[in-house]
């Protein structure tokens, strides 16, 4: 977990007053759609307090720093080479935002919700920008890292991170954050502004951002010098977003919410196709995400709540890519839009069911209807690449049985609660899917709580590996790893969408043991235990052409002198025919046929153990909070029926085996300070079998706030420093000239950053 494994303010967790309530009890927590349900799973709350006191300024910062979640997948740092790992193109940087990534499984297998709301996602590979949202005006963020599609439908295979807004917000608050790279680049400057007001029967917080952030360019570092200018390690980025949050209450039964948001974000970045041109690729892509979901909610007899919601929301990324010559005129190349818009509907209901000895049993029951568009269109010629839909109709139930209650007496038994859930989807696409979910919760005394839970998970494929068009292209073999291959030999490489992919499933278990001791009460410890078996991955089988025809894992997808028949069966199949090898296509000169299509091949089976603490102790006339937490991961994959199992974790471009936070907050009335270390394991190259250093680096944070009268009322300070050391990332050797030599989806080349903030509140 991060640096805040269990949020400590009084507002979110009551667990140091009841050591029985170990879940909100007035609020819906993330995993549970039940009110003041318990979850089976283990819930991370990270608190807007502890988001200050560390140094976070936007929620990217805050996943980053969870050990259950990969730094792979949609991050701005993620630089060019990381896509030949497993994640293939989703392995990559695309918005120059951040997405949840739990346990590596891809920013795809992450759901993230804004107010227990699905938010809209890119239509590229299916991410998330939670860094968008202004964090002025984040209460907490609650991240689950277990199975949830029993409970949130499609996607949250890997987990669940819910955004919850504030609702309780006064007056007007400005400020400003400027930063920069003791190295070079990534120079930093940041303005905010969050409103608010509240009611007696409701209340409003809007939340503007205005960031601008200068590219790291690989000539900044003295390990990257070698790649070509203007090469950038770190993309520059401007992002605009905006955020409106209403809630209303109508007479005595009727409550309404409306949560609108929009964000832009602009890029710019460059890289080197290839040693041999003589032009380089200037990308400009622009991000632009809207979100508006209103909610009205029914308080009947006998405490049940009825509600009706809808959402809607589109993700537009424009593509835009200059060829630049260094001697000529540059020529944009690509001017293309991933487009994807999407439109739910939910009514439900949620209520007490029968009164037991443990307490009271209740349910809750819904559903909905969810619509998914996705269009590839290309600007430069007008035209539509690509299109496709999906929509699905779905009904859930998930049932709180509290067996046996304190109240009981029973000697052994404090407290036992059983859980269930289950959810049923039929997709135009495919078909029905239906997902299971069972819980159990059981504290043998007031010091300890045991959770365990068992369920199905599914991921439906996203529209472009569906729909993205299907390109046969040829290349000389050598191109494609051949060793020995004749004079003018080629190879056919098939790539792109498959309209038959069937849903990704997974098995998932969990047990948590949590030590809540009643004669220390400011001690909390978790450690949980996960497994997931997740089969019929989408992958693209083929993720480093370069290696295609040498790498034995590759093996199964390559067809071997293949017959001109079966090779104009395949340029038949495709949306277009692309020669790049130089020479004429000649039948007869192809030696293999790659089939790199997106396909349902893969089975991962993923383990570990997460451990987390806190503990808060008086310290001279102020409070010291000592908290961490940490993850051990072991995934592997399987490619194909039949092939050996390979390891992911511990492997170049994937999550490395161990990740860990910890440190400790002093705090004395406004003042606090913060350090934290922040541990990564090394990962291994399978090249050339070397395992790269860990990588430790440390943060610090010192921040006042003051309550002081008068003009000093209202002023907030900040000075943060992260890899407070400036250490360097542990590098590896790249088959690649034009790749950055470490591992930019673990490891970081930022170095040393130091930001000031200053804010006043009016």
């Not at 039948?587 to 153990?609: D, F, S, T």
Request: negative net charge; glycine residues 10%; hydrophobic residues 35%.
């Amino acid at each position: 977990m991060s640096g805040a494994p269990l949020e400590q303010d009084a507002t979110v967790s009551s667990r140091t007053k009841d050591p029985d309530a170990v879940e909100l009890d007035t609020v819906h927590v993330t995993g549970t759609r039940i009110r003041g349900g318990v979850t089976p799973s283990p819930v991370v709350t990270i608190g807007i307090e502890s988001i200050r006191e560390e140094g976070f300024k936007d929620l990217g910062e805050v996943i980053r720093s969870i050990p259950q979640n990969f730094g792979g997948g949609q991050n701005p740092g993620v630089a060019a080479g990381a896509s030949t790992g497993s994640g293939g193109l989703a392995n990559q940087n695309i918005t120059g935002g951040s997405s949840l990534n739990l346990r590596g499984l891809g920013p795809d297998a992450t759901l993230t919700l804004l107010n227990g709301r699905r938010m809209t996602y890119g239509g590229f590979v299916q991410t998330v920008d939670i860094s968008a949202i202004p964090v002025e005006a984040v209460e907490r963020i609650e991240v689950v890292a277990d199975g949830a599609s029993a409970i949130y439908g499609s996607d949250a295979v890997a987990g669940v991170g819910n955004v919850i807004l504030r609702r309780d917000y006064e007056g007007v608050q400005v400020g400003a954050r400027y930063g920069d790279s003791a190295d070079g680049g990534l120079g930093t400057r940041e303005y905010t502004a969050t409103a608010g007001a509240t009611w007696s029967t409701g209340g409003f917080i809007a939340a503007f951002k205005d960031s601008t952030v200068d590219p790291i360019h690989a000539a900044e570092r003295d390990y990257t010098r070698q790649l070509r200018p203007p090469t950038t390690l770190y993309p520059g980025s401007d992002l605009r977003s905006g955020l409106l949050s209403l809630h209303q209450s109508v007479g005595e039964s009727v409550d309404v919410r409306v949560d609108a948001l929009r964000t832009r974000r602009d890029q710019r970045y460059a890289n080197w196709p290839s040693a041999a041109v003589n032009y380089y690729h200037a990308f400009a892509p622009r991000t632009t995400a809207h979100l508006l979901s209103p909610t009205v909610e029914f308080h009947g007899p006998r405490d049940w709540t009825l509600w009706a919601g809808a959402t809607w929301g589109r993700d537009e990324r424009e593509q835009l890519e200059t060829r630049v010559f260094p001697d000529a005129d540059a020529v944009l190349r690509t001017n293309d839009c991933y487009c994807n818009e999407s439109r739910a509907y939910e009514v439900g209901g949620e209520g007490p069911l029968l009164a037991m000895q443990g307490g009271e049993a209740r349910v809750s029951v819904g559903a909905g209807y969810r619509s998914n568009d996705f269009l590839h269109a290309n600007y430069l010629t007008g035209t539509t690449t690509t299109e496709g839909r999906d929509a699905s109709r779905y009904a859930y139930a998930e049932l709180s049985l509290p067996l046996i209650g304190p109240a009981m007496a029973v000697t052994g038994v404090r407290r036992l609660e059983a859980t269930a859930a289950l959810r049923s989807e039929d997709y135009d696409s495919f078909g029905r899917v239906t997902t299971p979910k069972l819980g159990l919760v059981y504290a043998p005394s007031a010091d300890y709580t045991l959770k365990s839970s068992w369920g199905r998970s599914f991921k439906t494929p996203t529209l472009f590996q569906q729909h993205w068009d299907r390109q046969a292209v040829l290349y000389t073999a050598p191109t494609l790893g051949a060793v020995g291959a004749p004079a003018g030999a080629t190879a056919l490489v098939l790539g792109g969408g498959n309209p038959d992919l069937d849903p990704e499933r997974a098995r998932t278990l969990t047990a948590s043991v949590a030590f809540h001791p009643v004669a220390a009460p400011n001690l909390e410890m978790e450690l949980t235990w996960f497994d997931i078996d997740y089969t019929d991955r989408v992958v693209q089988p083929v993720t480093d052409y370069a290696q295609a025809l040498r790498n034995p894992l590759y093996a199964q997808f390559v067809q071997r002198a293949p017959s001109a028949a079966e090779l104009q069966a395949v340029i038949d199949s495709a949306d277009a025919f692309y020669n790049v090898a130089g020479a004429p296509y000649v039948p007869g000169n192809v030696l293999a046929l790659v089939r790199a299509e997106y396909v349902n091949v893969a089975r991962q089976r993923i383990r570990g153990l997460d451990l987390s603490g806190s503990y808060r102790m008086d310290l001279g006339a102020g409070r010291l909070t000592l908290r961490g937490s940490g993850s051990w991961l072991d995934s592997s994959q399987q490619s194909a029926a039949g092939q050996a199992d390979y390891a992911l974790s511990g492997v170049l471009f994937n999550p490395a085996k161990v990740n860990a936070r910890l440190g400790g907050v002093w705090a004395v009335g406004g003042l606090s300070a913060s350090t934290f270390a922040n541990y990564t394991g090394g990962v291994t190259n399978t090249a050339d079998d070397e395992k790269t250093a860990s990588f430790t680096t440390w943060d610090a944070t010192l921040r006042y706030a003051s309550d002081r009268p008068g003009a000093w009322s209202g002023l907030e300070l900040s000075l943060s420093a992260q890899n407070l050391l400036n250490r360097a990332p542990p590098l590896h050797t790249t088959l690649n000239s034009l790749h950055a030599p470490f591992d930019s989806t673990n490891y970081s080349a930022i170095g040393r950053f130091v930001s000031v903030s200053v804010s006043k509140h009016f």
